[in-house]
T-cell receptor, first 112, second 114 residues
Framework: DAGVIQSPRHEVTEMGQEVTLRCKPI?????LFWYRQTMMRGLELLIY????????DSGMPEDRFSAKMPNASFSTLKIQPSEPRDSAVYFC??????????FGPGTRLTVT | GENVEQHPSTLSVQEGDSAVIKCTYS??????FPWYKQELGKRPQLIID?????GEKKDQRIAVTLNKTAKHFSLHITETQPEDSAVYFC?????????????FGTGTRLKVLA
């Protein structure tokens, strides 16, 4: 079992650029979660999907953020345009049920 | 809104001593309480969890207790070792109300001194 896979692991971009983060959940898991982690705000849930359908996106900070899950094995989180305050570690997690979420290795995003 | 408070924010113990981290939650619909360990630069990893129909759960040197009436739950680590040094997060989540959001605590940085 490869676990949750995220890419890229590190991303450095300039303010105003579009950023796309990618996630492959554990095979068979039907819940997928996107989190953001910063020192100031801790671990925040941005959005989660069940069976590829977005269920709760109330944590998405603003319209610059969007997430999609076109199929059971792939999801993207897009930021357009990016801003320095978006700098954080973004984690994807998946689970077979609403509990027991397994986190990916994260993408460290730096926006200059 | 839902809130999970976690204390202490930092904790230093001598190797071999016990460590206790406490959390309180506000949403009475919460019925699932996981604990995650995050080492520096790594992903959060589930170490133990408890559901609201259980008061205590143990797994080797770690245990979690839940007081649903008081909305408190705690992580207990006995015989601490240097490799226990990490940030620990508690979380609370409803799993039956149709929305399955984890609300995380702010984390406890545990340092085990050799």
């Amino acid at each position: 079992d490869a676990g949750v896979i995220q890419s890229p692991r590190h991303e450095v971009t300039e303010m105003g650029q579009e950023v796309t983060l990618r996630c492959k959940p554990i095979s068979g898991h039907d819940y997928l979660f996107w989190y953001r982690q910063t020192m100031m705000r801790g671990l925040e849930l941005l959005i989660y999907f069940n069976n590829n359908v977005p269920i709760d996106d109330s944590g998405m900070p603003e319209d610059r953020f969007s997430a999609k899950m076109p199929n059971a094995s792939f999801s993207t989180l897009k930021i357009q345009p990016s801003e320095p305050r978006d700098s954080a570690v973004y984690f994807c997690a998946s689970s077979l049920s609403p509990s027991e979420q397994y986190f990916g290795p994260g993408t460290r995003l730096t926006v200059t | 809104g839902e809130n999970v408070e976690q204390h202490p924010s930092t904790l230093s113990v001598q190797e071999g001593d016990s460590a206790v981290i406490k959390c309180t939650y506000s949403d009475s619909a919460s019925n699932y309480f996981p604990w995650y360990k995050q080492e520096l630069g790594k992903r959060p990893q589930l170490i133990i969890d408890i559901r609201s129909n259980v008061g205590e759960k143990k797994d080797q040197r770690i245990a979690v207790t839940l007081n649903k009436t008081a909305k408190h739950f705690s992580l207990h680590i006995t015989e601490t070792q240097p490799e226990d040094s990490a940030v620990y997060f508690c979380a609370a989540s409803p799993t039956t109300s149709g929305t399955y959001k984890y609300i995380f605590g702010t984390g406890t940085r545990l340092k085990v001194l050799a």
